[in-house]
């Protein structure tokens, strides 16, 4: 018999996250364990995804929600719960966990070359808000590094701040050798968007994730059919549920990019609809993580990898933490790595997983 548990860990930041929305300094995040009553040391985990301020379920009622999630499947309920659409990130831990125990606990939820070690995932550098020497810091930490593609968070600084620091990295680096992708996280005012967007046009940007705040749907088509930045979509996605929804949105906006977080979207199953949808319109994509510790970021990254897009995603955020989970996940350079040598540590649950 399956039974269900829930479980929450509390993790540091080795350094201040910084977006638009704040700084973020520690984050909980809550797991679902799936077990059998006679194997349960083989249990398979689901991470939330909650992201404070962000993500969709990030409201009144999601532990309630959640603990009633774990109840149905402990009173052998294990149909799926349509009203959970509203609830991305319990769809994301529900899905990952029933996948890993059909695994046997062993969290190679899709085996490819990259969970046998022969093949890797290519990243960008992620460079967050801060004063302008501390993003300079990160810059040359990432440079040094060898990344061949940053992604940097702006709209904390002054313009004519981030305006230096990108006007020096196009001066030392040029396209050709190094990838620029900015993030405003909704950061501009409408009306001060096109000319924000011409002015960042000088620096030969790959492109510029959410200029606006999402939600303005008029707006945004308009500013990407008229802006010299190629435009991403990112948190225009979430809290869009259907096939019929996203493929409209898309349709209407015609982006040139969507940036996809399966645990703020519902899960692998929602991501993998929305790049079907972006293929079927021409638009281009690629994943990125929203601060999910190392079992979250498994998931995420072995899905990524039988995508086969060659595209630098944004599967770094792991290493932020002080204490992640011990993983075969890996950082070198600019590549994302399982060693199928190393052994999941998974000590962190053993006061809920039943012996």
């Given at each position: 018999?399956?039974?269900?548990?829930?479980?929450?860990?509390?993790?540091?930041?080795?350094r201040?996250?910084?977006?638009?929305?704040?700084?973020?300094?520690?984050?909980?995040v809550?797991?679902?364990?799936?077990?059998?009553?006679d194997?349960?040391?083989?249990?398979?985990?689901?991470?939330c995804?909650?992201f404070?301020?962000?993500?969709?379920d990030?409201?009144?009622g999601?532990?309630q929600?959640?603990?009633?999630?774990?109840?149905?499947i402990?009173?052998?309920?294990?149909s799926?719960?349509a009203?959970?659409?509203?609830?991305?990130?319990i769809?994301?831990?529900?899905?990952t966990a029933?996948k890993?125990?059909?695994?046997?606990?062993?969290?190679?939820?899709y085996?490819?070359?990259?969970?046998?070690?022969?093949d890797?995932?290519?990243?960008?550098g992620?460079?967050?808000?801060?004063?302008?020497?501390?993003?300079?810091r990160q810059?040359?930490?990432?440079i040094?590094e060898?990344f061949t593609?940053?992604?940097l968070?702006?709209?904390s600084?002054?313009?004519?701040?981030?305006?230096?620091?990108l006007?020096?990295?196009r001066?030392?680096?040029?396209?050709?050798?190094?990838?620029?992708?900015?993030?405003?996280?909704?950061?501009?005012?409408?009306?001060d968007?096109?000319?924000?967007l011409?002015i960042?046009?000088?620096y030969?940007?790959?492109s510029i994730?959410?200029?606006?705040p999402?939600?303005?749907?008029?707006?945004?088509?308009?500013?990407?059919?008229?802006?010299p930045?190629?435009?991403?979509?990112?948190?225009?996605?979430?809290g869009?549920?259907?096939?019929?929804?996203?493929?409209?949105?898309?349709?209407?906006?015609?982006?040139?990019y969507?940036v996809?977080?399966?645990?703020l979207?519902?899960?692998?199953?929602?991501?993998?609809?929305?790049v079907?949808a972006?293929r079927?319109?021409?638009?281009?994509?690629w994943?990125?993580?929203a601060?999910?510790?190392?079992?979250?970021?498994?998931?995420?990254?072995q899905?990524?990898?039988?995508?086969?897009?060659?595209?630098a995603h944004?599967?770094?955020?792991?290493?932020?933490?002080?204490?992640?989970?011990?993983?075969?996940?890996y950082?070198?350079?600019?590549r994302?790595y399982?060693?199928?040598?190393?052994k999941w540590?998974?000590?962190a649950?053993?006061?809920?997983?039943?012996?």
């Amino acid at each position: 018999m399956i039974k269900a548990r829930l479980t929450h860990r509390e993790f540091q930041f080795r350094r201040p996250a910084t977006t638009s929305r704040g700084t973020f300094l520690k984050k909980k995040v809550q797991y679902i364990l799936l077990y059998h009553t006679d194997e349960p040391a083989m249990a398979g985990i689901g991470e939330c995804s909650l992201f404070p301020g962000l993500s969709f379920d990030d409201r009144k009622g999601f532990e309630q929600r959640l603990q009633e999630a774990v109840d149905r499947i402990n009173q052998g309920d294990f149909s799926t719960d349509a009203s959970l659409l509203d609830w991305p990130s319990i769809n994301f831990a529900l899905e990952t966990a029933w996948k890993d125990i059909r695994v046997f606990g062993s969290k190679i939820l899709y085996p490819s070359d990259f969970t046998e070690g022969k093949d890797s995932i290519g990243i960008n550098g992620l460079i967050w808000m801060d004063d302008r020497e501390g993003m300079n810091r990160q810059i040359r930490q990432r440079i040094e590094e060898g990344f061949t593609c940053l992604k940097l968070k702006i709209g904390s600084l002054r313009l004519d701040e981030e305006i230096e620091i990108l006007n020096y990295l196009r001066k030392e680096y040029p396209a050709d050798e190094l990838e620029i992708r900015v993030d405003a996280n909704g950061a501009f005012r409408l009306r001060d968007a096109p000319e924000m967007l011409n002015i960042l046009s000088k620096y030969d940007l790959h492109s510029i994730e959410q200029p606006i705040p999402a939600g303005h749907v008029e707006a945004m088509a308009n500013l990407c059919e008229s802006s010299p930045v190629p435009i991403a979509l990112d948190e225009e996605l979430i809290g869009i549920h259907t096939s019929a929804a996203r493929r409209n949105l898309i349709e209407i906006i015609k982006p040139q990019y969507i940036v996809l977080k399966p645990g703020l979207l519902g899960g692998i199953a929602s991501a993998a609809d929305w790049v079907n949808a972006a293929r079927e319109s021409g638009t281009s994509w690629w994943v990125t993580s929203a601060l999910e510790t190392n079992i979250g970021m498994n998931a995420i990254a072995q899905w990524t990898f039988t995508l086969n897009n060659p595209t630098a995603h944004g599967l770094s955020t792991g290493a932020l933490y002080a204490e992640n989970i011990p993983s075969p996940l890996y950082l070198f350079g600019e590549r994302l790595y399982f060693d199928p040598d190393r052994k999941w540590d998974l000590s962190a649950f053993d006061d809920i997983i039943p012996q």
